[in-house]
């Protein structure tokens, strides 16, 4: 059974760059039959995509954030990350890491969640 | 940007029908998932390409896609079935992965 881990700090200062490591376990992240992402959920509100990655380095991000993100996967640890730069408050929330399916080459559906880590911004 | 439009709210009685709509321009034209989250839970798929189960899903759980609408349907609705609910759709023209902004169901 594939399951994903999100790790990171739960404490952020504002301006500062929150990193997020995804370790997967049960399942291999080779293959471009997969992309690799993140998604986030601000108290109260909804789901908001942030980015996805595949095998072989492809990436996608959200147009609202696209500046903000990077994503990056290491296959031989088997985890892939992501950075969020100039955090402010707006950016508190849980951060979920998933496996998505690839069509097209293209992230279109994720089929499997890590449970997701709070991140909070602030001083 | 693609917009996908949820009610926030649903309210059924134990045993009945619960439908979910999610609303977006042309939307029948695209692959609408939907994903159930209980809190303190991660998401669950329980609909993928508008009407198929994921393995482990009941058969109470279906999905339909028409026009500018996309439906969840949850027949015998139990209380465990509380939880919000969302749709989502990959938007191929500017590469983007959309969430509507989620339905919460409250069981009677």
């Known amino acids: 059974q594939l399951q994903l881990q999100e790790s990171g700090p739960g404490l952020v200062k504002p301006s500062e760059t929150l990193s997020l490591t995804c370790t997967v376990s049960?399942?291999?992240?080779?293959?471009?039959?997969?992309?690799w992402g993140w998604i986030r959920q601000p108290p109260g509100k909804g789901l908001e995509w942030l980015g996805s990655?595949?095998?072989?380095?492809?990436?996608y991000s959200n147009p609202s954030l696209k500046s903000r993100v990077t994503t990056s996967l290491d296959a031989s640890k088997k985890q892939f990350s992501l950075k969020l730069t100039s955090v402010t408050a707006a950016d508190t929330a849980v951060y979920y890491c998933?496996?998505?399916?690839?069509?097209?080459?293209?992230?279109?559906?994720?089929?499997?969640w890590g449970q997701g880590t709070l991140v909070t911004v602030s001083s | 940007s693609y917009v996908l439009t949820q009610p926030p709210s649903v309210s059924v009685a134990p045993g009945k029908t619960a439908k979910f709509s999610c609303e977006g321009n042309n939307v029948e034209s695209k692959s609408v998932n939907w994903f159930q989250r209980k809190p303190g839970q991660a998401p669950v798929l329980v609909i993928y390409?508008?009407?198929d189960r994921p393995s482990g899903i009941p058969e109470r759980f279906s999905g339909s896609n028409s026009g500018n609408t996309a439906t969840l349907t949850i027949d015998r609705v139990e209380v465990g079935d509380e939880a919000d609910y969302y749709c989502?759709?990959?938007?191929?023209?500017?590469?983007?992965?959309?969430f509507g902004g989620g339905t919460k169901l409250t069981v009677l």
């Open positions: 049960g399942g291999s992240v080779n293959s471009d039959s997969y992309f």
């Open positions: 989502q759709v990959w938007e191929s023209e500017d590469h983007h992965m959309v």
């Open positions: 390409y508008d009407s």
């Open positions: 990655i595949s095998y072989s380095g492809s990436t």
């Open positions: 998933a496996r998505a399916l690839a069509v097209a080459n293209a992230p279109v559906l994720f089929d499997y």
